[in-house]
């Protein structure tokens, strides 16, 4: 599998974002995808997720820190996901990284990562 993210970017604080991961190879393994993110001199974390996709569900879960202000969601046809991030603040800057699972193959699977940095 393989994960391309795209959309980061520069944008002041109260504004939004669309960040996309395309998945290619074999995305019909893909059990969850998730948004994850690090900040520098910071570990990286969990930002929101999709589980039960090979199940034909999309039960999706957020940060504390992003409920109410991001959306995730899943296009099928396109095996894209994508980040909705709006009311953007500052402390939303870091490298967001796209995440794939596959039970099938017990791995994960990781994007290149794309910026994201809000200005205050």
């Known amino acids: 599998v393989q994960l391309v993210e795209s959309g980061g970017g520069l944008v002041q604080a109260g504004g939004s974002l669309r960040l996309s991961c395309a998945a290619s190879g074999r995305t019909f393994s893909i059990n969850a995808m998730g948004w994850y993110r690090q900040a520098p001199g910071k570990q990286r974390v969990l930002v929101a997720a999709?589980?039960?996709?090979?199940?034909?569900?999309?039960?999706?879960n957020y940060a504390d820190s992003v409920k109410g202000r991001f959306t995730i969601s899943r296009d099928n046809a396109k095996n894209t996901m994508y980040l909705q991030m709006n009311s953007l603040k500052p402390e939303d800057t870091a490298v967001y990284y796209c995440?794939?699972?596959?039970?099938?193959?017990?791995?994960?699977?990781w994007g290149q990562g794309t910026q994201v940095t809000v200005s205050s």
């Open positions: 995440n794939a699972y596959s039970s099938s193959y017990n791995r994960k699977y």
């Open positions: 999709i589980t039960g996709i090979t199940s034909g569900g999309g039960s999706t």
